[in-house]
């Protein structure tokens, strides 16, 4: 077949390309980056998709013979992954592409249309250009080559359509995330302990971040990572998987997150603080298992608006709230420790957040790390509601997101394991994010242990969320499969058998198609690629 008939779409990464240009990658960024960096400045972290693509084009610039056999010899992995559809779409570079493969293989007699050869000839010539650029003076040669034009257009929206595994048919199964016929873009994620939930986190995020780190709309990620798996030195390998390094990790434990959980309100009417004070304190009492009382309650709203009155409405800290609070109580009483006392003074004792900004949460990747925590206590949730409240106040500043003909920018994921421990409790922002701030192009992932957990008195997550993928669970609720999945009788019964048979990595999904027509099953099995 010849070459011109060449086909760019629907190739796979080879499972072991990473490790294969690892020490490119490496050199790239010692090259580029200095030797210290102040506490607001990061250094560059090179995505996979940007060094895969200088490796291609430099192989491609070399024009040594190739061969047909040498393309062959390439090993073919069981665990391939879609490539990114923005490697070859960024910046209109795909013809530049094109037209070099033609060049160097226009005496190669092969397959072309065969997405399998492909592929591996474009690991060959990835495999040629980092043996170019390690030669002695070859990335200093290379380094400043750049054919991709700078520039922003609605068209360089990445298409977000996350890979996770295979059907029981062998067919890919993907999530579409950000074509403008999906309803809205939240994930819910249910699995006991070792059903492989968080193995499909990474997956989704993976994915995510593949599609979209190096184009002009990356989508960002903030990762409460209750269990501390994602945050552990030992498993350091997993954080390249998201296009991020060891930065991308905040202990509060350590070292206080660097930013204020508080809004600022300068220039901004007086009724906009008395709402927000009313919330605070609720949320307040709320993450608090003590029992607080209307009073307390009361007194802890005019102390947050006397904080912000002596700020100048400027972002306040908590010693202020705790020192307004202690101002209102009776003077014979000022030296008790009340219920609202306790929970402020826990928060000041602990330190968890910094008291100016010293980050964007919006424009880096972050993992929270919640691993040396009390799940259920107050430190946990303070952190996951402040922190989600920070992300509202953020995005509540930002224009609407960008659309294209087919598909709306997304901007950025929350993802929240072990979610049950946020959802039990009237969590505004958390609700916020779910019910508006897609809008914005913000979205969520909840994972939790147990269905059942998604439905509460003060929010249904079910109907908002695209995409249910129930793994193996302890115990199903027949009333939430009936919801999800539109399925009663002998229907409703063959799901909760194909649940209670899913194995480790394996989950069951709506077939959305099959639901709107009304036939065959409403759902579908995926055994979930495995990555870490």
């Known amino acids: ?211 979209s780190s190096d184009t002009h709309y990356p ?37 206080p997150l660097p930013f204020t959980p508080f809004k600022d309100f300068t220039g901004r009417p007086v009724n906009e603080i008395n709402l927000y004070s009313t919330t605070l304190a609720n949320a307040l009492c709320s993450i608090s ?8 309650d009361n007194r802890l709203s005019e102390a947050i608006i006397n904080a912000y009155k002596a700020k100048g409405q400027k972002p306040i800290t908590f010693q202020e709230v705790l020192d307004n609070y202690t101002q209102l109580m009776p003077e014979k009483k000022q030296d008790d420790m009340d219920s609202v006392k306790s929970v402020l003074s826990q928060l000041i004792r602990n330190n968890i957040f910094a008291e100016s900004d010293k980050i964007d949460l919006m424009q880096g990747c972050y993992i929270i790390n919640l691993g040396q925590f009390e799940k259920d206590g107050i430190m946990a949730k303070a952190i996951v509601y402040f922190v989600t409240s920070k992300l509202n106040s953020i995005y509540e500043k930002l224009p609407g997101q960008a659309v294209n003909d087919e598909r709306v920018e997304i901007r950025h994921f929350t993802i929240i394991d072990e979610a049950h421990y946020m959802l039990n409790f009237e969590n505004k922002p958390l609700q916020n994010l779910i019910a508006v701030g897609r809008n914005k192009g913000m979205s969520v992932i909840l994972a939790t242990q147990n269905m059942e957990s998604f439905k509460t008195k003060h929010f249904d997550f079910y109907a908002n969320a695209q995409y249910p993928l129930i793994m193996r669970q302890q115990q199903q609720n027949d009333g939430v499969l009936k919801d999800l999945f539109g399925v009663s009788g002998n229907a409703l019964q063959e799901l909760k058998q194909g649940i209670a048979g899913l194995q480790k990595g394996e989950l069951i999904t709506k077939d959305a198609q099959a639901m709107a027509l009304g036939i065959g099953k409403h759902w579908k099995k995926v055994k979930v690629t495995h990555l870490i």
């Open 1 to 211: 077949m010849k070459v011109q008939d060449i086909k760019l779409e629907g190739l796979k990464l080879l499972e072991e390309t990473h490790d294969l240009l690892e020490d490119v990658k490496h050199s790239l960024e010692q090259r580029l980056n200095l030797k210290e960096y102040s506490e607001s400045v990061r250094p560059v972290v090179l995505n996979l998709s940007t060094v895969m693509r200088i490796c291609l084009l430099v192989g491609l610039s070399d024009n040594a013979p190739r061969s047909k056999e040498k393309i062959e010899a390439i090993p073919s992995t069981s665990g391939n992954q879609p490539l990114a559809g923005s490697f070859f779409t960024k910046s209109n570079i795909k013809s530049v592409f094109l037209a070099l493969i033609k060049l160097r293989y226009k005496d190669v007699d092969a397959d072309w249309q065969n997405s399998t050869f492909v592929s591996k000839a474009l690991v060959c010539e990835m495999l040629r250009g980092r043996d170019i650029l390690m030669a002695e003076g070859g990335i200093d040669e290379w380094l400043h080559y750049s054919p991709m034009k700078v520039g922003r257009s609605l068209m360089d929206i990445p298409e977000l359509n996350l890979y996770i595994g295979k059907y029981e048919d062998g067919m890919d199964a993907a999530l579409d995330i950000n074509s403008r016929a999906i309803a809205n873009t939240q994930i819910l994620v249910a699995g006991t302990t070792g059903s492989g939930k968080s193995n499909l986190l990474a997956v989704l995020i993976n994915q995510i971040r593949m599609a």
């Open 219 to 255: 989508v960002n990620f903030l990762l409460f990572d209750y269990k501390g798996e994602f945050s552990d030195p030992a498993n350091a390998a997993w954080l390249s998987k998201f296009e991020t390094d060891s930065s991308a990790i905040l202990n509060p434990m350590e070292k």
């Open 289 to 296: 298992s003590a029992k607080i009382s209307a009073n307390m």
